[in-house]
């Protein structure tokens, strides 16, 4: 009798160890596969914003009528010196457009046109440098039409619904809009907003 119970002791106490192996194990996997899927996608947009730079650096050398405002599909870049960022800017703010790059906002003004231009991108890639920008720092926005140059005026918190955030003053403006708090994990429930106006240009 105590035989028995002490082979069913055992046979349990093997079993939970197979188990927890096996559960190890299976979390390993589920850990190399998450690694793996975010180092896709971390080469995926920097191998995306260096071959659209190139190719955007190549059509700039092709000459465009002064003044001419570009198509909303045409990419333009976008440039903070101050904190470290230049991103690649396509049409739309769809999830790829974003994992990739920064995307016009739908709807908002053109470069070139009056009015306020959105721009978005996340806060834990493109934007991240965004959480040390000043007052009266200096955006450029680069286009095939030539080149924007925008001041900051203002920076704000507000909250995710906030539906006047792209609202055109009547000048010519630069709305840049990311996800706030710059740490929060998961869907963050605010938004970081900074606003600039149009102080120059080139073509």
Same mark, same amino acid.
């Given at each position: ?34 690694? #793996? ?65 920064? #995307? ?81 994990? #998961? ?12 102080? #120059?240009?080139?073509?």
């Amino acid at each position: 009798m105590h035989l028995r119970i002490r082979w069913q002791e055992s046979h349990r106490s093997h079993r939970r160890r197979i188990l927890a192996q096996a559960a190890s194990t299976i979390l390993f996997l589920l850990g190399i596969l998450a690694l #793996g899927f975010c180092a896709f996608v971390f080469l995926e947009a920097k191998y995306y914003q260096a071959t659209e730079l190139r190719d955007f650096e190549r059509s700039l050398a092709v000459w465009a009528p002064p003044g001419a405002v570009p198509e909303a599909a045409a990419p333009s870049r976008l440039e903070i010196p101050s904190v470290g960022i230049s991103v690649m800017v396509h049409e739309g703010v769809g999830s790829r457009n974003l994992r990739l790059g920064a #995307g016009h906002i739908p709807g908002t003004a053109l470069p070139g046109e009056a009015g306020n231009i959105g721009i978005a991108a996340h806060r834990d890639s493109y934007f991240r440098g965004l959480r040390n920008i000043r007052l009266n720092d200096t955006i450029l926005l680069t286009t095939l039409a030539g080149t924007y140059q925008y001041s900051v005026e203002w920076t704000r918190v507000v909250p995710a619904d906030e539906k006047n955030l792209l609202a055109s003053s009547g000048e010519s403006s630069l709305t840049l809009v990311t996800c706030y708090p710059f740490y929060y994990v #998961g869907s963050a429930p605010d938004r970081f907003i900074v606003r600039a106006r149009r102080v #120059g240009s080139t073509h």
